[in-house]
């Protein structure tokens, strides 16, 4: 199945948004699940260090220049697709962070246990919310951080609020 | 059911006032269309059908369709997904055609500030959405005085319920919501000669480009030495058994439900069609807290962006290629649905069929470009099925057969509301140049190349074919015909 059948990317499609391992280890970058050829640009725009950059006019596809990102986030809430996380796996203890778009409500509070969901939206486990960005320059794209095993770290994109206990 | 959190949108309601139905008490927001209170009060059924009697509901929430039409105090046929509530209205179910009450009907008082003729204006722009508002923009900047005259009771046209960041570069107002660009719009032609009439429907458009206007129920009459159409489109609908019942709506319906009313249309809602319709709006009842049980899509691939599809994705939602339904279930309103795998020739499948179990069947199966008043004025038309149907023959420049009249927007053919806002523009200029002989012609055309050439980028990619290829033969078509730059 191709990810124009079913909405899934193929590993081989995932694997070019990576950085290599040794980039990984140090810290926070950014990771662009953006394949397609549309016309869209503001993630170029969002950089200011200028490591994101889109050859060509804006039909291109982005790539990260992961020497120059160091996570700083600013270009996840700025893409229209919601198609950009920051991973951190420069963590201790066998722990990553991702960080996503979450345009839902209600926003969850740090600490807070969540059911980690893949690419997929199948269930991959559990995650601990870390950190809630939503400012007014995120113009309603909250940033939520969460902390998940290292080794699903590539693989988190979601999550769901744990019902809250009756 | 009202929706009480939504991380985009605040609902700004009317009071909360009483109105009957069927003899039953209920409340509602002064303000807010029947339609939309019926259904927040747990109503789906408006009326029953002309010959079969058979339960409708609305289908289209902007006044096109006709599914809505119920009697209200006394007078039948009132179009209640565009009628505004108001505290007192008495309600009723309609059966077959109604039947006209026998009084005199009078008109409501006429209005000083709209007299019966409204006298000439240079530039009159039918449609106030992102096309209409961005050719007033381009026209008044350079000092045409314009008219933008559109049907509903706010300007903005689909962007009002558009709560998604739009793609582009930042000179197309990328990564800006589609409810905010409506606002930008808006704000740009404060400061220009450019007046925006709501409520009041172009009812036809006569030779000499005179234009038949109706507003609070009174006719008035408008002339003008130019004219734009921005009349959008209007939503496709798809043929199943029980596709009538109450609870299929199309795309366009549920988001002005959700986006604008604040009213989930149901619990658990199927929707048909993966192109960028279907998976925005599918990405939109998700967020207004409603469930969605998959996305249902005919062809082999998924039409819209794959950005767009791995939202739904992720949050659950499959996605059912070369699927289709088969037939909604219930009698008085949706009750499930019957979906199969489909063969390349578009047959089921036997034996896989599934039944859901959803009280909502949304229908993004396409749009079809608003015609008709290109057509009542003569101008050629073609059907150019990548445009989305029949749509008046225009040149590079939107200029129609018909000299001083232009198109733009997904009248001219199906496209993004991004395309739409720099075809409002590139007709806005044509339109001016016609105007305004003394313009400084170098000027004009460098507008006009900026206008083109982020067209030819909107539509460069693999996403742009269809509009490429339409565009292509609208050209060759022009060329024939006489619809010049």
């Known amino acids: ?166 | 059911m009202r929706i009480r959190q939504h991380p985009i949108l605040e609902f700004e309601k009317g009071p909360l006032i009483e109105f009957e139905h069927d003899g039953r008490k209920l409340t509602g927001h002064e303000g807010e269309s029947i339609a939309a209170a019926l259904h927040a009060a747990g109503v789906r059924v408006l009326r029953h059908s002309i010959r079969l009697d058979r339960p409708r509901g609305f289908f289209c929430a902007i006044g096109r369709c006709s599914s809505c039409l119920m009697t209200v105090d006394g007078v039948p046929n009132v179009m209640t997904c565009v009628t505004p509530l108001k505290a007192g209205m008495r309600i009723e179910t309609q059966t077959g055609k109604g039947i006209i009450p026998d009084v005199r009907f009078t008109h409501p008082p006429a209005d000083p500030d709209y007299p019966r003729d409204l006298g000439n204006v240079p530039l009159a722009i039918v449609g106030a959405g992102p096309a209409g508002l961005s050719a007033a923009i381009a026209a008044g900047r350079l000092g045409v005085e314009c008219v933008v005259i559109d049907e509903n009771a706010v300007p903005g046209g689909q962007l009002i319920k558009q709560t998604h960041m739009f793609f582009g570069s930042k000179e197309h107002h990328a990564r800006v919501r589609g409810i905010d660009i409506g606002e930008i719009l808006l704000k740009e032609i404060e400061d220009l000669p450019v007046s925006v009439i709501t409520g009041t429907t172009v009812l036809g458009l006569y030779a000499d480009r005179v234009l038949a206007l109706l507003r609070n129920d009174r006719f008035h009459r408008l002339t003008s030495d130019s004219i734009i159409l921005a009349t959008g489109a209007s939503e496709n609908m798809l043929a199943f058994p029980n596709s009538d019942l109450p609870g299929v709506y199309g795309a366009g319906a549920v988001q002005t439900l959700m986006n604008v009313d604040g009213v989930a249309p149901g619990k658990r809602v199927l929707m048909i069609g993966a192109g960028n319709i279907g998976l925005i709006v599918s990405y939109q009842l998700l967020q207004a807290g409603v469930e969605v049980a998959a996305v249902v899509e005919g062809l082999p691939e998924i039409g819209g962006y794959h950005v767009h599809a791995a939202k739904v994705v992720r949050a659950g939602v499959p996605i059912l290629t070369s699927h289709t339904i088969l037939r909604a279930l219930g009698t008085e309103h949706v009750e499930g649905a019957v979906i199969s795998q489909i063969d390349p020739q578009w047959c089921p499948i036997e034996g896989t069929e599934v039944e859901l179990d959803v009280d909502t069947i949304c229908l993004a199966v396409g749009l079809t470009p608003n015609c008709e008043l290109g057509s009542q004025l003569g101008c050629e038309e073609a059907f150019v099925a990548e445009l989305g149907g029949r749509v008046s023959i225009h040149g590079a420049g939107l200029a129609t057969t018909v000299e001083g009249v232009y198109i733009a927007g997904d009248a001219s053919g199906i496209e993004e509301a991004s395309t739409a806002m720099l075809e409002g523009r590139l007709a806005g200029l044509s339109a001016a140049g016609r105007l305004l002989p003394d313009l400084d012609r170098n000027e004009l055309a460098r507008l006009k190349k900026e206008a083109s050439e982020g067209l030819r980028t909107l539509r460069a990619g693999p996403f742009g074919e269809h509009a490429r290829a339409g565009k292509r033969k609208m050209l060759e078509l022009a060329g024939v015909r006489g619809g010049d730059s």
């Open chain 1, 1 to 166: 199945m191709s990810h124009r059948q079913d909405g899934i990317l193929e590993p081989r499609q995932i694997d070019a948004s990576v950085p290599a391992t040794e980039r990984l280890g140090r810290g926070p970058v950014a990771i662009i699940e953006c394949v397609e050829n549309i016309p869209c640009n503001p993630c170029v725009d969002a950089c200011q260090k200028g490591a994101i950059r889109i050859e060509g006019d804006m039909n291109g596809t982005p790539s990260v220049d992961f020497d120059i990102c160091d996570g700083c986030m600013l270009c996840v809430s700025a893409c229209p697709g919601l198609a950009i996380f920051v991973v951190n796996k420069g963590l201790p203890g066998g722990v990553a962070e991702v960080s996503l778009p979450y345009e839902y409500t209600p926003l969850p509070s740090v600490g807070d246990t969540v059911v980690t969901l893949s690419r997929e939206g199948a269930v991959l486990g559990e995650g601990t919310i870390q950190r809630v960005l939503s400012s007014k320059a995120l113009d309603r794209t909250p940033i939520v951080t969460l902390s998940v095993p290292a080794d699903h770290a590539m693989d988190v994109r979601h999550f769901l609020a744990k019902e809250p206990p009756a």
